[in-house]
């Protein structure tokens, strides 16, 4: 699995949009670009994933780079409950298996 | 989405000994996985538990100390064996089929003493 290099933290303004980026520039062919997120004591939560195309669901939005080797997860309008871990991962692929970096924490803030 | 059930959802245990934590998917999964998440850390992923064989291990965990078992498409057991204090951390189990989106269970958090 490529390996992903993502900010440590992030704050964002409540109402706002979130941009989480993500490097992941040894990505292969077949991977896809996966994002995560992490509230406290849960289960990650999926929220998107795409292998070319941006994608769209009522979640959020996911910017790829032509080249693949960067994306933009972008949460439209954050609110306080959005205050997580968000974990990109390069990966499923041959080998199938989802391996996580270190994420981001994004505080939103009121 | 598939759901995915984990038990015990938590557990205090003495160590020497062992635990089986169980997870349950609501569909037929393609692939099952095992993850660790250590406190303040990251998920770190233990095994792929292949149905009818046996899981295949990440770097750093071995079949004598994490058994796993994966009878058909939809359940598998970890089993954490001979614990320490080390060994304290939420167990994660993930199903997913190629492709697609894992889903996780909520976890066991397991607490050594």
């Known amino acids: 699995d490529a390996k992903t290099t993502q900010p440590t933290s992030m704050d964002c303004a409540e109402g706002r949009a979130a941009n989480l980026p993500c490097n992941h520039s040894?990505?292969?062919?077949?991977?896809?670009v996966y994002w995560y997120r992490q509230i406290h004591s849960q289960g990650p939560q999926y929220i998107i994933h795409?292998?070319?195309n941006n994608e769209t669901n009522e979640m959020a939005s996911l910017i790829i780079t032509e080249d693949r080797k960067s994306s933009t997860l972008i949460l439209p309008h954050a609110t306080l409950r959005d205050t997580a871990v968000y974990y990109c991962?390069?990966?499923?692929?041959?080998?199938?298996?989802?391996?996580f970096g270190t994420g981001t924490l994004l505080a939103v803030q009121p | 989405s598939a759901v995915i059930s984990q038990k015990p959802s938590r557990d205090i245990c003495q160590r020497g000994t062992s635990l089986t934590i169980q997870c349950q998917v609501d569909?037929?999964?393609?692939?099952m996985f095992w993850y660790r998440q250590q406190p303040g850390q990251s998920l770190t992923l233990i095994a792929t538990?292949?149905?009818?064989?046996?899981?295949?291990?990440e770097s750093g965990f071995v079949i004598d100390k994490f058994p796993i078992s994966r009878p058909n498409l939809t359940f598998s057991t970890l089993t954490v064996s001979n614990m320490s204090p080390e060994d304290s951390s939420i167990y994660l189990c993930?199903?997913?089929?190629?492709?697609?989106?894992?889903?996780f269970g909520q976890g066991t958090r397991l607490t050594v003493v």
């Open positions: 991962i390069a990966g499923g692929g041959a080998t199938n298996k989802l391996i």
């Open positions: 040894t990505i292969s062919g077949n991977e896809y």
């Open positions: 795409g292998l070319k």
């Open positions: 569909s037929q999964v393609t692939m």
């Open positions: 538990a292949n149905q009818g064989s046996e899981a295949t291990y």
């Open positions: 993930s199903g997913r089929d190629m492709n697609t989106e894992a889903f």
